[in-house]
């Protein structure tokens, strides 16, 4: 089954510090990969995305994910997180085969200490 | 530029009403879709549709009913309320190539009592 994974819920850093968040993905086929942010009160938007090519995807904001097709994985990283980056993180896929649907993780809450 | 359009905003519903969610995009999208979003289990989709006329079910389609008479609007209809269905919904909304990615509305907030 089709499936997308995140296994850190809560993440608490300080301002500064490096961030990556995990996502692990269960497709079959060529797969296309997103992350996307959703501050307070606010709906989703998109992060990065990744299609083909470099697997190495830089998006808004500093963020960046890294496709390694061997792990299954497409975590997100940013070097120095600020307190502006408080939000939820949402990890998603979908397939050439069902490109019609996107399957989306569980969400990691990203907590920034000022 | 209008994008995805949600209403109502917020709604609170007694046990047993039914009810409709609107969701409207003017970006001349095939894929819509309907999630609903709940605290630690992320965005689950409830229906989707390939274009105006074709439907199919997500992983949460039960007690959820959608029609796609155009290709604009994708209503999402609530038959009879359950608490189970208190939750946020959010509309999306993407274009028919592999190579693109969903467009969301704000969300309704719906509560059940």
């Known amino acids: 089954a089709q499936s997308v994974s995140q296994h850190n819920h809560h993440v608490i850093l300080s301002e500064a510090a490096s961030l990556e968040l995990g996502c692990n993905y269960s497709y079959g086929g060529t797969v296309n990969l997103f992350w996307y942010v959703q501050y307070p009160g606010q709906h989703l938007q998109l992060l990065l995305k990744y299609f083909s090519g470099d697997p190495l995807v830089k998006g808004i904001k500093g963020f960046e994910a890294e496709f390694i097709k061997s792990k299954f994985s497409f975590n997100l990283r940013k070097p120095s997180v600020q307190w502006s980056d408080t939000a939820e993180y949402f990890c998603?896929?979908?397939?050439?085969?069902?490109?019609?649907?996107?399957?989306f993780g569980s969400g990691t809450r990203l907590s920034i200490r000022p | 530029n209008a994008g995805v359009t949600q209403t109502p905003k917020f709604q609170v519903l007694k046990t047993g009403q039914s009810m409709t969610l609107q969701c409207a995009q003017d970006?001349?999208?095939?894929?819509m879709s309907w999630y609903r979003q709940d605290p630690g289990m992320g965005l689950r989709l409830i229906h989707y549709?390939?274009?105006?006329?074709?439907?199919d079910q997500g992983e949460v389609p039960n007690g959820y009913n959608v029609s796609r008479s155009t290709t604009e609007d994708f209503p999402l209809r609530l038959l009879s309320a359950a608490p189970s269905q208190t939750s946020v919904y959010f509309c999306?909304?993407?274009?028919?190539?592999?190579?693109?990615?969903?467009?969301f509305g704000q969300g309704t907030r719906l509560t059940v009592v």
């Open positions: 549709s390939v274009g105006a006329g074709i439907t």
């Open positions: 998603a896929a979908t397939g050439y085969s069902s490109a019609s649907k996107i399957i």
């Open positions: 999306a909304s993407r274009g028919d190539s592999k190579n693109t990615e969903a467009f």
């Open positions: 970006m001349n999208h095939e894929y």
